[in-house]
Nanobody
């Protein structure tokens, strides 16, 4: 069993920056990949950024050059951070973190609002 917990988020003005953090913890941890999706009400969940096997990263076209994903491991916890800059109103969404172990484990989601 893997527990995924997100933190960060909140309200920021257009053009501003915000950081999200996600920790995956559990016994005998072997996390193959972690990443972020986002979802607005009534819309499908869409990929934002992935930190996969071998440190390979992928980003949605809409966030390339503005968002950066990074990962840090210790004995029992894996943490992935999403640094967001140049935020736009269309980045407003609930952001969900996932961690892949034997299956995908999801966090509860965290709100990011970009508004003046």
């Amino acid at each position: 069993q893997v527990e995924v917990v997100e933190s960060g988020g909140g309200l920021v003005e257009p053009g501003g920056s915000l950081s999200l953090s996600c920790s995956a913890s559990g016994n005998r941890l072997s996390i193959h990949g972690m990443g972020w999706f986002r979802q607005a009400p009534g819309k499908q969940r869409e990929l934002v950024a992935v930190h996969g096997r071998g440190g390979v990263t992928n980003y949605a076209d809409s966030v390339k050059g503005r968002f950066t994903i990074s990962r840090e491991d210790d004995e029992t916890t894996v943490t992935v951070s999403l640094q967001m800059s140049g935020l736009k109103p269309e980045d407003t969404d609930v952001y969900y973190c996932y961690a892949t172990h034997d299956k995908n484990y999801w966090g509860k989601g965290i709100q990011v609002t970009v508004s003046s």
